[in-house]
């Protein structure tokens, strides 16, 4: 096995419990301590029983009062809790999404942003059906930015990324009556059928929670997926390095944290900046290092192998280390504890989106038009900042692993490609991908996704399900702070495959690949999105029969739901490590984990055990295996 070796929860742990000694020296709060002063917590909340949308309220259902003042009974209050759960969801990632199309629309030859995968933006307006013939690349960008936002609210019609799932899908989509129309408007008719006095009934709550997950994959998030593609480049493999060992000492430290790669790209050019490296130099420092938290890190990672300091709950970590000069953050997923814990050290935390403003931050807005002369402004910051540095607090855990990542559905193709005889097989397709598994030297395939939540022991679930997989056979494609979970621990490195069964690894050798394969950030599941429709139009199966699930053991946000919703909703089969708050209502539980198999085909599977979520991951794999007789 050479001298491979992952990297344990126990040595994360250890490292963690280090740099907490530092947080108590300058008197830093920590996520720790604020779990244990909100646990335990409230059993109304944790069922989704409570109801607080009207004034007359707030209501909570108990045996003795089994209804609300307005007489919605638990099964209402608990659908209608789950809807605005996905509608925020899906809104936070639409709106990222609507984010990078206004970018595209800013894109020019001489710009702060351009156009990077031509190919790529000329396939998408061949499928949207738009004349590409003769037109200039920077008009078609515009042109397709344009239709992009108008997928936002336009008034008629469904969303038009629908038309690449197979047209199985599509019909059990229109025939269950959710496919999504326009992306805000299935947020807006959530929140409508949620107001006091609307939808009380779980079905069309439920109807509804999987048609607003829908618009977010195979809208919002798509868009965001698609379109950063087309401008920072579509990603390829590349090899990086992960964990907090990923900071350097001697350098300025400059962590980007968030999702939008409109930002982080940007400080990744500054860092670049000769002009930047010199002002380093001359305050002492030997130079700029830029490492990621989060889908940002996930995004410039795929695309530069800029490398990945943590994920979600070592966000505070990065500023512990006392050697984070800066932490400039967009949306989504930012602690607003970062603002009082970056006081305890000489760290800048720097907001930069009027989407997410947190106290004790300093604001540089940050937009398209403006993006170069703020993203300098940043990193100058950042940079004359190293000076103020308490070397007496400086602690860099030395942990860190290597990682290969980059695996855009593209990437992966190409990578099949590798694999298949061109004199006999047509390239281009994921038919090799079929062939090992319908031969059985790989039993299936699982789409690991999601967040950490202190409520499982942080990336456990995530690294020991990974294990569990692969050395079943089980190809793993993961995404977000799953992905960084393996990154840390050593399972991207490609020598991970001596932990594989004979079969997954003797694939990983030929097709020279790490076991689990990094698909991006957390709108980059749309990703897998296509590829679960590419490999059912290539083996004329529907994606529900495909021996694929999607699980999601740590996850924690709304987001998390969202995607949830529109991975079952697409036909693949969905296993949760933590309880969504719906416990309260046995009608929801029923919907969400049997009743809608009957409208897309697949539902959702909860079990804390997480070995046991993984034996059932196996099983149901093995179960679609026998049903195709394979
Ligand atoms: S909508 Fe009904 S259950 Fe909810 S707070 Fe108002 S009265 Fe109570
Ligand atoms: S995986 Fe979860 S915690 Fe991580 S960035 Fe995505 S939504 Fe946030």
Redesign the pocket.
């Given at each position: 096995m050479g001298n491979f070796k992952l990297t344990s929860v126990e040595e994360f742990e250890a490292a963690t419990n280090r740099l907490l000694e530092t947080g108590a020296k300058v008197g830093a709060d920590a996520w720790q301590f604020r779990v244990k002063n909100q646990t335990p917590h409230c059993k109304f909340g944790e069922q989704g029983v409570c109801?607080?949308?009207?004034?007359?309220?707030?209501?909570r259902i108990t045996p003795k009062a089994p209804?609300?003042?307005?007489?919605?009974d638990v099964h209402g209050?608990v659908g209608r809790n789950f809807l605005r759960f996905t509608a925020g969801g899906s809104a936070t990632h639409s709106d990222h999404g609507r984010e990078i199309c206004h970018t595209l629309h800013t894109v020019a030859p001489d710009g702060n942003y351009k156009v990077k995968d031509p190919d790529k933006l000329i396939r998408i307006a061949k499928e949207w059906g738009v004349e590409t013939e003769g037109k200039n690349i920077y008009d078609l960008a515009h042109e397709i930015a344009e239709m992009a936002l108008l997928e936002y609210g336009k008034p008629f019609g469904t969303q038009r990324f629908l038309k690449r799932a197979p047209e199985h899908t599509q019909e059990l989509w229109a025939k269950a009556e959710i496919e999504p129309r326009a992306i805000d408007r299935e947020v807006a008719t959530a929140l409508h059928m949620t107001h006091?006095?609307c939808s009380s009934k779980p079905e069309a709550l439920i109807r509804q929670s999987l048609r607003c997950g829908l618009s977010d994959g195979w809208g919002g998030s798509m868009c965001g997926t698609e379109f950063s593609d087309v401008m920072f480049g579509t990603p390829k493999p590349l090899d990086t390095e992960a964990n907090l060992g990923v900071m350097k000492e001697d350098y300025v430290n400059i962590i980007v944290h968030g999702h939008d790669p409109s930002l982080s790209e940007m400080i990744c050019d500054y860092a670049e900046d000769p002009e930047m490296i010199a002002l380093a130099k001359s305050v002492g420092a030997k130079g700029i290092n830029v490492a990621g938290v989060c889908c940002t890190s996930n995004e410039v990672a795929m695309r530069r192998g800029i490398p990945m300091a943590g994920n979600f709950l070592q966000q505070e970590n990065v500023v512990l280390t006392g050697a984070c000069e800066a932490i400039v953050v967009d949306v989504q997923c930012i602690f607003p504890a970062l603002g009082p814990l970056s006081k305890c050290f000489h760290t800048k935390f720097i907001t930069t989106s009027p989407i997410a403003q947190m106290p004790d931050s300093e604001f540089i807005r940050f937009n398209a038009e403006t993006a170069g002369e703020n993203a300098k402004l940043i990193v100058r910051t950042a940079v004359e900042n190293f000076k103020n540095r308490k070397p007496e607090l400086v602690h860099i855990p030395q942990l860190k692993q290597k990682a290969t990542v980059g695996y855009s559905v593209e990437a992966i193709v190409k990578t099949l490609d590798k694999v298949t005889n061109s004199q006999v097989d047509v390239t281009g397709t994921t038919k090799p991908l079929i062939e090992c598994i319908t031969s059985g030297v790989l039993r299936g395939a699982v789409a690991m996704v999601g967040c950490n939540n202190p409520r499982v022991r942080p990336d456990s679930a995530h690294i020991d399900l990974m294990k569990k997989l692969i050395a079943n056979d089980i190809i793993v494609v993961l995404s977000g702070c799953s992905a960084q979970a393996a990154a840390r621990a050593g399972l991207m490195d490609k020598e991970a495959r001596e932990l594989c069964g004979a079969g997954l690894k003797r694939v990983c050798e030929l097709a020279d690949i790490p076991p689990v394969l990094h698909m991006g950030s957390c709108v980059d599941i749309s990703r897998m999105m296509i590829l679960a429709s590419e490999l059912a139009k290539d083996s004329g199966l529907n994606i529900s029969q495909l021996p694929l699930v999607g699980c999601a053991p740590e996850w924690m946000s709304e987001k998390a739901v969202s995607i949830g919703n529109y991975v079952v909703a697409t036909g693949i089969d969905t296993f949760l490590g933590v309880e969504p708050q719906v416990t309260g209502s046995s009608e929801v539980v029923g919907l969400l984990t049997d009743g809608i198999r009957d409208w897309v085909e697949a539902a959702y599977t909860v079990e804390k055990d997480i070995d046991k979520l993984g034996d059932l991951m196996i099983q149901r794999i093995e179960e679609k295996r026998a049903a195709l007789g394979i």
């Open positions: 109801c607080r949308i009207c004034s007359m309220g707030p209501c209804r609300g003042i307005c007489g919605c209050i006091m006095g």
